[in-house]
């Protein structure tokens, strides 16, 4: 079995602040791992995967992620949040099957 | 068009209605899935087909019929829906393989009254 969560229901930073938001997986092998953004009304939209080799990796939009499979955890970071960033964030794993497990998500919310 | 297109963008209709929602997706991926996403919920895996056979369907009512006539595009027909069945409804479509992230339509927001 395979299952994705996202501690944080809501998160709140200040416009210019750094970021960071949790990510726990529990899969048997190494996963594949996705986050992604989802603005008010619209879906969900790719910002970086992990596959293998380098456990840092960079997205778009100035987001990266780090792996750390002693921690079975896969968090999602950008050092200066943008009021343009307030949105839905899903981390999603792939494990034995290409249909993904998503976690709850974690809503973003930035004060000016 | 490129990318996943979703239409209608919104639908109210009453519980005693016949509608249909369509998904259509313009990457030439084989795999293409429903997902429902209410409010305060989790997003829920709905329907899958890849190479246009179901491979999923997860407990479902049957007032949700999908069709897929081929791998680029997708159907969820409705009827006779609950107001609990109220809820952006999103499409999405992947090459089917565990390296391949999915890529969403917009989502038709639907209003059951």
């Known amino acids: 079995a395979q299952s994705v969560t996202q501690p944080d229901i809501h998160i709140t930073v200040s416009e210019g602040a750094s970021l960071e938001l949790r990510c726990n997986y529990s899969?048997?092998?190494?996963?594949?791992l996705f986050w992604y953004v989802q603005s008010p009304g619209q879906g969900l939209q790719l910002l970086l995967k992990?596959?293998?080799?380098?456990?840092l990796v960079q997205g778009i939009k100035g987001f990266e992620a780090e792996f750390k499979r002693s921690q079975s955890s896969f968090n999602l970071r950008k050092p200066s949040v943008h009021w343009s960033d307030a949105a839905e964030y899903f981390c999603?794993?792939?494990?034995?099957?290409?249909?993904?497990?998503f976690g709850r998500g974690t809503s973003l919310i930035v004060h000016p | 068009e490129t990318g996943v297109t979703q239409t209608p963008r919104h639908l109210v209709m009453g519980m005693t209605n016949k509608k249909s929602l369509k998904c259509e997706q313009h990457?030439?991926?084989?795999?293409m899935y429903w997902y429902k996403q209410s409010a305060k919920k989790p997003l829920e895996l709905m329907f899958v087909?890849?190479?246009?056979?179901?491979?999923e369907n997860n407990s479902v009512p049957s007032r949700f019929s999908p069709e897929c006539p081929n791998s680029s595009h997708l159907f969820l027909h409705l009827h006779t829906l609950q107001p609990e069945d109220s809820a952006l409804y999103l499409c999405?479509?992947?090459?089917?393989?565990?390296?391949?992230?999915?890529?969403f339509g917009p989502g038709t927001r639907l209003t059951v009254l």
């Open positions: 999405a479509s992947s090459q089917g393989d565990r390296d391949n992230e999915q890529f």
């Open positions: 899969y048997g092998a190494t996963p594949y």
């Open positions: 992990y596959f293998s080799g380098d456990t």
């Open positions: 999603a794993l792939s494990g034995g099957s290409y249909i993904p497990t």
């Open positions: 990457l030439g991926h084989n795999a």
């Open positions: 087909y890849n190479f246009k056979e179901q491979t």
